[in-house]
């Protein structure tokens, strides 16, 4: 277990007697002990469900909030109770999301994390917490994200998947192969090593770079659909560009020819290799692909301010404590 001063800097972000503050602190007693020794995969936990690490932030607050209230004696099992509080609170603010995403401008994509590059060596996490991924579970209503995150990615048994969702253990199995089913047929097809996605994402960056149509059309899958989220605070796609002509056409010709210097820098984002984008030294956006086959079938340009926060330091996800 990390020591709680060296926490915060991957995951804090709450003001003063926040959680942050509480992660900064030295041990001082059992409950925030406890705490702080789950919080990394608390935070993960929440940022599956919401695709965003500020709302993720928010809802470990309130888990917060309400274990300090608990009696920490009563508890058998402290890691499930966190979990639990964890997912009801982001069970919430996942409804309220989705009431605010109807009036979002453009399309939306998921918050970018800077991640360390061990992250990679947990595939399944990776492959979970990536931004194609993501994207997949926002097809699932509240409850069937809910139960998939909590049983695809964190491997809890359907007891205790039915106390965090206030459902049956049989209703929480049917959900599951329902969720399961509509995932697997929207997943990318196959495991992409980092190594090819860096291959990949080399070539395309060459590309770009030179303004050279046929080496792009030659890396994007026939049906890419390219997604930019500018959330109305700067410029960005409006809507799905979809099919390689169009994309490889809006990349050679438009997509970044902007004024100053663009530089691209490789990083590892959500687990997965992607490129931060600069001009004139000031960061413009994150870039990240979905790999289907060798060729690129997913752009996802995420330039919206509010949502580049996490790009500037390093996140730690966890499916363990």
Do not use: C
Not at 111 to 127: G, I, N, R, S, Y
Not at 269 to 294: C, E, H, K, Q, Y
Not at 299 to 313: A, T
Request: net charge negative; no cysteine.
């Amino acid at each position: 277990m990390a020591k709680a001063s060296d926490e915060t800097e991957a995951t804090g972000r709450e003001g003063a007697g926040g959680v942050e503050e509480i992660t900064r602190r030295d041990s001082i007693d059992p409950a925030t002990d406890a705490f702080v020794a789950h919080r990394n995969l608390l935070f993960t936990v929440a940022y599956e469900m919401l695709g965003s690490a500020a709302d993720a932030e928010d809802v470990l607050q309130e888990t917060w909030l309400r274990w300090v209230g608990v009696d920490a004696s009563t508890v058998r099992d402290v890691r499930a109770y966190l979990v639990r509080i964890t997912t009801r609170q982001a069970l919430d603010r996942l409804r309220a999301l989705g009431r605010r995403k109807e009036s979002y401008v453009g399309p939306w994509l998921p918050e970018p994390l800077l991640t360390a590059p061990d992250a990679a060596q947990d595939v399944e996490l990776a492959e979970n917490v990536s931004m194609a991924m993501l994207l997949v579970l926002e097809t699932l209503n509240p409850t069937e994200r809910a139960v998939f995150v909590l049983r695809e990615v964190f491997d809890l048994d359907y007891d205790e998947i039915a106390e965090a969702v206030e459902k049956t253990p049989a209703t929480v199995r049917q959900i599951a192969h329902r969720a399961r089913g509509h995932v697997a047929a929207r997943r990318p097809r196959g495991s992409v090593s980092p190594a090819e996605t860096r291959a990949v994402l080399d070539a395309f960056q060459e590309a770009v770079e030179n303004g050279d149509l046929q080496r792009l059309l030659d890396l994007l899958a026939p049906g890419v659909v390219a997604l930019s989220d500018g959330g109305g605070v700067v410029h960005a796609l409006v809507r799905p560009v979809v099919g390689a002509p169009k994309v490889a056409r809006l990349l050679a010709n438009g997509w970044y020819r902007r004024q100053g210097a663009r530089t691209f820098e490789p990083v590892e984002v959500n687990g997965s290799p992607a490129l931060l984008v600069r001009f004139d030294g000031t960061l413009d956006g994150v870039l990240a692909v979905r790999i289907d086959s060798g060729l690129i079938s997913g752009l996802y340009s995420v330039r919206n301010p509010e949502k580049l926060s996490r790009v500037g330091q390093r996140t730690a996800v966890s499916r363990r404590s």
